[in-house]
């Protein structure tokens, strides 16, 4: 299984910006896709999440109403739609992949990870 994140650049406070998260290898309707982040000194945090199966998102607190997650599944592609981003959401996000219906908030079990995509908002 290899994810590809893409998507990320420079915006500036109250802008919008769209991730995506393609899979390719092994596919399965029991799996789920998590978004992390990871800012300069801090530990990786959970934001979103969907299961493949029946479509549930999950979000952290910091993200609700603001940010977006959804699937294409015909194209193995997982989107974050992030609006009114704030400074404090700058940060490497990451997508990554569990085999399992479960949506995890905890990084450690999620066997595959994309390269990270760098967000920057600019106040």
């Known amino acids: 299984v290899q994810l590809q994140a893409s998507g990320g650049g420079l915006v500036q406070a109250g802008g919008s910006l769209r991730l995506s998260c393609v899979h390719s290898?092994?596919?399965?309707?029991?799996?789920?896709t998590g978004w992390f982040r990871q800012a300069p000194g801090k530990e990786r945090e959970f934001v979103a999440g969907?299961?493949?199966?029946?479509?549930?998102?999950y979000y952290a607190d910091t993200v609700k109403g603001r940010f977006t997650i959804s699937k294409i599944s015909a194209k193995n592609t997982v989107y974050l739609q992030m609006n009114s981003l704030k400074p404090e959401d700058t940060a490497v996000y990451y997508c990554?992949?569990?085999?399992?219906?479960?949506?995890?908030?905890?990084?450690?079990?999620?066997?595959?990870w994309g390269q990270g995509t760098q967000v920057t908002v600019s106040s």
């Open positions: 290898g092994r596919t399965s309707n029991d799996a789920a």
């Open positions: 969907v299961r493949w199966s029946g479509g549930n998102t």
């Open positions: 990554a992949l569990r085999w399992g219906s479960t949506v995890h908030r905890a990084a450690q079990l999620y066997g595959y």
